[in-house]
């Protein structure tokens, strides 16, 4: 993982734009300078609630992982794009002025089922 870390964060330099999904947003966190931990139990299955921090909505979404990105260490510039409604755990990570964002959960999967396509 750490070698792909490196290369995003190279990609970081430019302002060709990123989108991670799943270890994309722990990928793309951890390039920024954020840290991850280990969950205690994990957020798994099709009905994880999301909050989108910008506008205050939940969407219902697909979630297999056991790590998440610390909000409290994320750089700068960062900030979290999604939080987890259960938990409390990051969900996404958006950059303020460049294109730069990820979520942790998988909007392919259709939760809603095209609650999540505006990301794309």
Avoid at 78 to 87: C, Q, T, V
């Amino acid at each position: 993982v750490k070698k792909t870390v490196d290369h995003v964060r190279t990609a970081l330099k430019s302002e060709k734009p990123i989108f991670g999904i799943c270890l994309g947003n722990q990928i793309l966190s951890l390039a920024a300078g954020a840290k991850t931990y280990k969950m205690k139990y994990g957020n798994r299955g099709m009905n994880q609630p999301v909050v989108d921090t910008r506008t205050g909505r939940c969407y219902i979404t697909a979630q297999n992982h056991g790590f998440a990105v610390d909000n409290s260490t994320l750089p700068a510039g960062w900030k979290p794009l999604f939080i987890n409604g259960n938990d409390g755990s990051n969900e996404g990570v958006i950059h303020e002025t460049k294109p730069f964002f990820s979520v942790q959960f998988h909007p392919e999967a259709c939760g809603g089922p095209t609650d999540t396509d505006f990301l794309f």
